[in-house]
Each structure stands twice: as structure tokens, then as C-alpha cells.
């Protein structure tokens, strides 16, 4: 399917200039203690940056970051995004190590307008458009905490698209962005909005079409599949998120919030995963560590969306799994 629609894309953006300039935002992390504590719980737990940018051991459930592995980067996004083999694309070095010479604002460039220190465009695998919804102070802080990293020094390949369709794709969604002042109190619904967006879960829960494009109408319905890393095998699913019965529909708040919160402690590594078995792309370790009541705001605001009718299966064994070049 992805090759398809490569093809297809290598012609209708044969003219695809390169990407969008602009100048980073004039940021000074803040140092206070508040500020980076704020930091790391967002990095940790919400925005799950350290997640993305560290060594995953899919031998547990849900694929854990190994210790002392934090920020260091290397993860693929290869297999995860069904992209072309010969596509290189590792997650980048995030500590200090790699970092020391941005600026606090050509840091937040990237978090949220989609370009590199060197004005290169990044690839949409790195959520942009979402954090680009966060308020200021809480991109300060996760630049704060950033700061705060041991630095490791990781020998990591070079990102290459190879594929022309996949350049051009990438040059078009890097912009300048005006986040919200403010991070919502009060009314659980829209503080439970601003999380959902910052936890980027309509990426993974709301269908595409062959294209890779969201599908209007059908936000957090769920069935996007993802490969299983080995040891794991086969396609794991991302299942309805709405308030359907074939979704969230019979869910209490403390059911939700309590899913959660099993996951943490050390839970998930202690769920192993089999040779060629199911496992989840989901952090739930990561997201485990969320407050109750920011999981339980997230409920709420999921609740208030349009209820649709989608079985999503949870796995799909690797024998019958959708072969990748479809």
C-alpha cells in the first residue's frame, strides 16, 4: 500500500519546492525547578519524547525504554511506519551531547514548525503538528529538562529517504507556529483536549487512507496497523477510541484510568513477549505514569467525541498479516 501511493505522490509533487524557511521563536528555557520537573513529566509521559528517542526492548509489553538508553535516539521508525526497506530514518540524539549547540528556540523550531537546526525539514514521524498545540511554557519546560540529560554520545546512521516521493512529502509540512499561551485548568474536557493532541493519540488512532492522509469523519475510530517488532511478529492494531460500543462506549473513568495505571511499576516489563506474538506499539509503561487526573481529563474529552461503529481487531498473526508492498 505505501508503495502505491510513493508512486503516486512522486508524480503529483514532481514540482514540490524545498521546504518553508523561517527564523526559530526567541525562547530562554526557564531553570527554575518547577519548570523542569514539569519537563520531565511531560517528556516522560505525556509527549513520550524519551520514549521515541531511546533503545525500546520489545521483548516486553509495549516496548519499554531500556536504562540508560534516555534520549541517547536510535530507535527506527522504518518497520513502525511501513516504510520502504531501504529507508533509513533513526530517531535523533536528544541530549546534550547532540543538542548543546541549538538554541532553546531553534529546539522549540524543530518540537513545533517541523525544521532542523540547519533548516532541513523533518519527517512527519516526528509529531510537530501536534506539539505545535502545546502552550509555550510547557515547550519551555520540556527544553528545560532537556537540558538536564546526561549527555550520550550514540554512533547513529544517517536518515535517508532514498525515495524522491518521500523528500518532497516531507518539505511540505514544516511551518511557523503560534501555540496557545495558556495550558487549560479547570474544565477537565479541554484540558483533556490539550493532552490528547499532546499525547499525539489521533495519530495512531484515527484511520488513513492509501495515501497516509487521516480519513474526515472517522477521528479515533482506530485500525491503523503496526508492524511488531521481533521477537514479536505480525500487526498490531490501534483500537476505537470513541465512544461507540465497539470502542470506549463501555468504559467507566476509573476503568480507563486504571488500564493505565497497571502498566506501571515495572508491570509491562514483566509481560514477555513470545516468538512471532502480539505486542503493543502503545508506551504503556511511558503513558502509565500520567497523573489520574490528567488520564481521567483525557476520558472526558474522549467522551465528548462523535460515537462510530468500529470492531478493530487487536492482532494479526503473522501468517495472515497484510503483506507491506500492497
Not at 171 to 194: I, K, M
Not at 224 to 251: D, I, M, Q
Not at 264 to 272: P, R
Request: include cysteine; charge should be neutral.
Amino acid at each position: 500500500m505505501i508503495r502505491c501511493a510513493l508512486a503516486m505522490l512522486a508524480l503529483l509533487l514532481a514540482a514540490c519546492p524545498a521546504p518553508a524557511r523561517f527564523a526559530p521563536p526567541n525562547r530562554v528555557a526557564p531553570t527554575d525547578a518547577a519548570s523542569i520537573e514539569r519537563g520531565r513529566y511531560l517528556a516522560n509521559h505525556v509527549t513520550v519524547c524519551v520514549t521515541c528517542h531511546s533503545t525500546r526492548d520489545w521483548t516486553a509489553f509495549g516496548g519499554p525504554v531500556v536504562p540508560g538508553t534516555e534520549g541517547r535516539g536510535g530507535e527506527s521508525f522504518t518497520e513502525i511506519f511501513n516504510l520502504p526497506d531501504d529507508v533509513v530514518m533513526p530517531a535523533p540524539n536528544i541530549t546534550p551531547h547532540a543538542l548543546a549547540s541549538w538554541t532553546d528556540g531553534e529546539i522549540q523550531r524543530a518540537m513545533i514548525g517541523g525544521l532542523s537546526r540547519d533548516g532541513s525539514a523533518l519527517f512527519p514521524s516526528m509529531p510537530f503538528t501536534q506539539y505545535r498545540k502545546m502552550a509555550w511554557s510547557d515547550l519551555d519546560a520540556i527544553v528545560a529538562w532537556l537540558r538536564t540529560l546526561p549527555p550520550q554520545d550514540a554512533a547513529l546512521p544517517q536518515r535517508d529517504l532514498v525515495h524522491r516521493s518521500l523528500k518532497d512529502i516531507t518539505n511540505l509540512f514544516p511551518a511557523p507556529a503560534s501555540p496557545p499561551r495558556r495550558v487549560p485548568q479547570g474544565d477537565s474536557v479541554a484540558r483533556g483536549r490539550y493532552l490528547v493532541d499532546a499525547a499525539g493519540c489521533a495519530w495512531c488512532h484515527t484511520p488513513i487512507d492509501r495515501g497516509g492522509w487521516p480519513i474526515p469523519g472517522r477521528a479515533f475510530a482506530g485500525g491503523n496497523r503496526f508492524v511488531v517488532k521481533p521477537p514479536g511478529g505480525g500487526w498490531s492494531h490501534a483500537p476505537n477510541l470513541t465512544p461507540h460500543p465497539t470502542g470506549l462506549g463501555g468504559w467507566t473513568r476509573e476503568q480507563f484510568v486504571g488500564r493505565f495505571q497497571r502498566m506501571g511499576d515495572g508491570a509491562a516489563t514483566k509481560i514477555e513477549t513470545s516468538a512471532g506474538g502480539f505486542n503493543s506499539l502503545m508506551a504503556w509503561e511511558a503513558y502509565s505514569g500520567m497523573t489520574a487526573e490528567d488520564l481521567g481529563a483525557i476520558y472526558d474529552y474522549l467522551m465528548t467525541r462523535r460515537p462510530i461503529e468500529h470492531v478493530v481487531p487487536r492482532w494479526t498473526p503473522p501468517e495472515i498479516g497484510p503483506r507491506k508492498d500492497l
